[in-house]
């Protein structure tokens, strides 16, 4: 049997997300891969497990949470070629209060500086214990020893430290996908929360964050919420330590560099620059998010409009927002907000032959995300708050052509590791002006040298760097570690 780097026998992910989704069909049930960062690096690992030794890949166990409607499938349906799935069933009112309330209404606000959209009900905790302790049971019920347990990001904050009391050996790690913000944040959560929040985290051995700075605030919150000793990179407890460390999240570069010369996605390239008719194209796409900054980019671009008549009908903003959690009121308001600002800026400036916003409130098929990645001339990137962002490192993977111009919000994790983007504060709607309007008269060679050192960055970068840097830090050698009893 192959091993994860010479260590560990088999890799446990769990993440509130399966890898792939279930659609019951007549024949019984159809998987469909989802093609996610973390799954194709998970996909990576695998294959090279399988490359190290005469077995075949050794199949990833995941746990997920699954929808109630698929209780009755057989578990041996889900599988495929690549992972053995471990659904988590969660009653409906006990998923809503935690996944609807306590992730997306109280942890997604807070830990994006949005803390009055973020609702503190007891009811909501309630329901994230349990929660958590659902896959606790999942995972108690599948781990052997020699196992390697990844968690993943805020839906299962709790869940390490609740795996480390049940089975004390076990090896550990969690990353964390949004940004972690500083203690006068996290003071606003009730104290007993805020000492579940991050006390479950430090159940880990090895805890991951995007950026430096994240690092900086979770060690913050360590010492202020829990008064434990730091030494260096470690959180030191009673009868172990803990490695906290940056592990920027990437993309798989050769997927995107790759995908931008196949035959479908040339065709929907040009197929676009026909339609569209228009001298420079700017894109963006995000989920529906108050956090991605879509109503002050708006503004930006209204900005552009007013102040540099001479791009009228030369230019047109395709704006994609995927639909998300909008069931939930902040999400419903934002979508008002946009479709009101879309009609306006049209109504404003646009004319028969020219619409300057073609919005549109739908999830593009990876072809079409393609076609207007490498179609675009400008990619319009601008959260208030965002723990890496992936659709900028994609758009830079994709511009094999090394055209094109990155406008990046300072806000965004990937901002520190892509200077050479216009780099704007999304909130200063003349910043945004300004860089959409130098990004559009770029010459060529400055797009070309910008474009190839950022390619370069991630080509070196890239999301299987990731999985193996962090994997990495579980055979750290043990001299590097503090000494527990000098503390
Ligand atoms: C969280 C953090 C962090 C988007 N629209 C379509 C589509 N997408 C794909 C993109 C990209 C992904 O979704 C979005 O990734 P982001 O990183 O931008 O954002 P979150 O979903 O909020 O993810 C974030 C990330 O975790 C990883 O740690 O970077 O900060 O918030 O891959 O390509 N894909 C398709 N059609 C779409 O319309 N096919």
């Not at 009055?116 to 108690?140: I, P």
């Not at 300072?410 to 999304?426: R, W």
């Not at 960055?457 to 999301?463: A, E, P, S």
């Amino acid at each position: 049997m192959s091993t994860i780097d010479g260590t560990f026998k088999r890799l446990i992910i769990v993440a509130y997300r399966l890898p792939f989704s279930i659609k019951k069909t007549k024949e019984g049930v159809s998987l469909f891969q989802n093609s996610g960062g973390l799954v194709s690096a998970v996909m990576s690992m695998a294959e090279r497990m399988g490359q190290s030794s005469t077995d075949d890949a050794p199949k990833i166990h995941w746990i997920g949470h699954c929808d109630n409607s698929l209780k009755t499938v057989h578990e041996s349906a889900f599988e495929n070629e690549h992972f053995i799935a471990h659904p988590v069933f969660v009653d409906d009112d006990i998923h809503q209060a935690f996944y609807e309330g306590f992730c997306n209404d109280m942890i997604w606000p807070l830990f994006h500086y949005f803390p009055t959209f973020a609702s503190f009900q007891e009811k909501d905790f309630d329901a994230y214990q349990q929660v958590n302790n659902r896959f606790l049971e999942e995972l108690t019920s599948i781990i052997e020893p020699g196992d390697l347990v990844w968690i993943h990001d805020f839906q299962l904050m709790l869940l390490p430290e609740m795996l480390r009391k049940a089975i004390p050996s076990a090896s550990i790690g969690y990353f964390f996908h949004i940004p972690f913000p500083t203690y006068e944040i996290i003071k606003l959560l009730p104290r007993t929360w805020r000492q579940a929040l991050i006390g479950g985290i430090l159940g880990a051995d090895v805890i991951g964050f995007h950026t430096a700075d994240y690092v900086q605030h979770f060690m913050q919150n360590v010492s202020e919420v829990l008064a434990l000793p730091i030494i260096e990179r470690y959180v030191v407890l009673e009868d172990r330590s803990v490695f906290v460390g940056d592990f920027p999240i990437s993309i798989d570069f050769t997927k995107f560099d790759e995908g931008s010369q196949v035959d479908a996605v040339v065709t929907t390239r040009q197929t676009n620059k026909e339609l569209l008719r228009s001298e420079k194209i700017i894109f963006s796409v995000d989920r529906l998010d108050y956090a991605k900054g879509i109503t002050y980019r708006l503004q930006g671009f209204e900005r552009f409009l007013t102040q540099n008549p001479e791009w009228h009908d030369r230019v047109t903003f395709v704006m994609t927002v995927v639909p998300s959690r909008d069931k939930i009121g902040h999400y419903q308001e934002i979508k008002r907000e946009i479709e009101e600002a879309v009609g306006r800026i049209n109504g404003l400036f646009g004319s028969i032959g020219w619409r300057p916003i073609v919005y549109s409130y739908v999830s593009l098929t990876f072809t079409e995300l393609m076609a207007l990645y490498t179609g675009c001339d400008v990619a319009l990137i601008t959260p208030i708050r965002d723990g890496m962002n992936l659709v900028c490192k994609e758009f830079i993977a994709s511009r094999h052509d090394n055209q094109g111009v990155l406008i990046l919000s300072e806000l965004a994790g990937a901002a520190q590791e892509l200077p050479d983007a216009l780099i704007i504060n999304p909130t200063d709607t003349q910043e945004v002006a300004d860089a959409i309007k130098d990004a559009l008269r770029m010459p060529l060679p400055e797009q070309q040298q910008r474009m190839k050192t950022m390619r370069q960055h991630l080509q070196n970068h890239n999301v299987f760097r990731w999985s193996h840097s962090f994997l990495s830090a579980f055979t750290q050698d043990d001299a590097e570690q503090p000494d527990l009893a000098t503390n």
